[in-house]
Every structure is written in structure tokens, then in C-alpha cells.
């Protein structure tokens, strides 16, 4: 199935769904946020150039 790197709401990743990932159980709010907003702009980009 297509995944448009939106979870099921069409939201940015959350702070409880990245610490599900192997090695950010114990990620900070503070750094969990800086990488969600990191991986959000990545897929921008991503998808832009697909464009």
C-alpha cells in the first residue's frame, strides 16, 4: 500500500510513535521534537524532488 509518510491521522510523527523505535525509548521531549521536525522537513524535501 502507498504510504505518504503521514501516520493514519495525516499528523507529523509523535513523541510516543518515534520512542517506539529501537534505540529512542528514552529520547528526551526535547530531542524527540527536534527529530520529528528533522524528518518532517527530510520528507518535504523528498517529496519535492520526486515532484
Known amino acids: 500500500m502507498y504510504n505518504d509518510g503521514l501516520n493514519e491521522?495525516?499528523?507529523?510523527l509523535t513523541i510516543e510513535e518515534l520512542r517506539k523505535?529501537?534505540?529512542?525509548?528514552?529520547i528526551s521531549e526535547s530531542e524527540a521534537k527536534e527529530i520529528?521536525?528533522?524528518?518532517?522537513?527530510?520528507?518535504?524535501?523528498?517529496?519535492?524532488?520526486?515532484?
Do not use: C, P, V
Request: net charge negative; hydrophobic share 40%.
Open 9 to 12: 491521522d495525516n499528523t507529523k
Open 36 to 51: 520529528i521536525e528533522s524528518l518532517f522537513q527530510l520528507a518535504i524535501i523528498g517529496y519535492n524532488i520526486k515532484e
Open 21 to 26: 523505535f529501537k534505540g529512542f525509548e528514552e
